[in-house]
């Protein structure tokens, strides 16, 4: 077989920047399908020790997100669509926790398409991507979760070449398709050494969290990779038993400088509706800009306190 020519390529379907329309397109905030964790078209993983509470902690944030409720003790929002693969828990263990996060069969979980157990292709395969990227867009899905990677791969874990082709073949098309996707995994042998397996799989993710637990109940997520400088370097999770088990945001989440911030944007007049591009650029009009990730929580704050 020769090479194919460049006239060969000359109708190849892809197209690109049309710069003075890239320009004229104005910024806006980036959006969360759950916040703070998972945001719109971006890949996110977590990772802890076996039994730290990871699968609990995104089971709650989902299945309150789908339903229209309150997720980690912020104001509730719009219902969103999540897609769950789960190659970890027994029916049996899925009943038993959503009890006690307070569902039953009175909630409305129709948003959640829970595949529990799949039988399906590798995800690391072309097969696997094609298979899964209709099942996203059978269900409209803003977020798919994997849980957990090392079981939806065929190749061996500690290659990277196996997330490489992940990304090719599956996290490249739910990208272009702006869907979500959280990959929760387990730590290595030693914590320092981050998720087990390649360190590749950090590569093709925009942002990688480490979960650890206190064991009084209170939860820590610690960003240890990121090519999205506005998520949250660092997330405090509280676990309550009452009225049921749920989770919500510590107090000390807020980044360092947000009290401050919120201060200057109320000095200033800047609207509670302004987008984050506006109240910085007002901050460093008056000398005291801040980093788009305080500018982003000063406004949420200000929100909250309103």
């Known amino acids: 077989m020769t090479d194919a020519s460049e006239t060969d390529l000359v109708d190849w379907p892809v197209v690109p920047i049309d710069w003075p329309e890239f320009w004229q397109s104005e910024s806006t905030d980036p959006e969360y399908v759950i916040e703070p964790l998972f945001a719109k078209g971006r890949q996110t993983a977590i990772f802890s020790t076996a039994k730290e509470g990871k699968s609990l902690l995104v089971l709650d944030a989902v299945a309150a997100g789908?339903?229209?409720?309150?997720?980690?003790?912020?104001?509730?929002?719009?219902?969103?669509?999540?897609?769950?693969?789960?190659?970890?828990?027994?029916?049996?263990?899925?009943?038993?926790?959503?009890?006690?996060?307070?569902?039953?069969?009175?909630?409305?979980?129709?948003?959640?398409?829970?595949?529990?157990?799949?039988?399906?292709?590798?995800?690391?395969?072309?097969?696997?991507?094609?298979?899964?990227?209709?099942?996203?867009?059978?269900?409209?899905?803003?977020?798919?979760?994997?849980?957990?990677?090392?079981?939806?791969?065929?190749?061996?874990?500690?290659?990277?070449?196996?997330?490489?082709?992940?990304?090719?073949?599956?996290?490249?098309?739910?990208?272009?398709?702006?869907?979500?996707?959280?990959?929760?995994?387990?730590?290595?042998?030693?914590?320092?050494?981050?998720?087990?397996?390649?360190?590749?799989?950090?590569?093709?993710?925009?942002?990688?969290?480490?979960?650890?637990?206190?064991?009084?109940?209170?939860?820590?997520?610690?960003?240890?990779?990121?090519?999205?400088?506005?998520?949250?370097?660092?997330?405090?999770?509280?676990?309550?038993?009452?009225?049921?088990?749920?989770?919500v945001l510590s107090s000390d989440s807020w980044p360092a400088g947000t009290a401050d911030a919120a201060q200057a944007l109320d000095d200033l007049d800047v609207p509670l509706d302004a987008t984050a591009t506006t109240a910085q650029a007002a901050l460093r009009s008056a000398q005291r800009g801040k980093s788009k990730t305080v500018v982003l929580a000063a406004l949420k704050f200000r929100r909250s306190h309103s």
């Open 66 to 247: 789908v339903t229209g409720r309150s997720v980690f003790g912020q104001p509730a929002k719009d219902p969103v669509r999540v897609v769950y693969i789960d190659l970890e828990m027994t029916e049996a263990d899925l009943r038993e926790r959503l009890v006690d996060l307070g569902y039953g069969p009175a909630d409305n979980l129709s948003g959640l398409a829970y595949y529990q157990l799949p039988d399906l292709p590798p995800l690391d395969r072309d097969l696997g991507g094609v298979v899964l990227a209709e099942i996203a867009a059978k269900h409209q899905a803003d977020l798919v979760v994997i849980d957990t990677m090392a079981r939806v791969v065929a190749g061996p874990e500690n290659d990277a070449d196996t997330y490489r082709a992940f990304y090719q073949h599956t996290g490249l098309r739910l990208k272009a398709m702006g869907v979500a996707l959280a990959r929760l995994d387990h730590m290595g042998k030693t914590g320092e050494a981050g998720q087990r397996g390649s360190s590749a799989k950090a590569d093709d993710v925009d942002t990688v969290y480490r979960l650890s637990g206190s064991g009084d109940g209170h939860l820590r997520l610690d960003r240890t990779h990121t090519r999205v400088p506005w998520m949250p370097a660092e997330i405090r999770i509280a676990r309550r038993l009452e009225p049921h088990l749920h989770h």
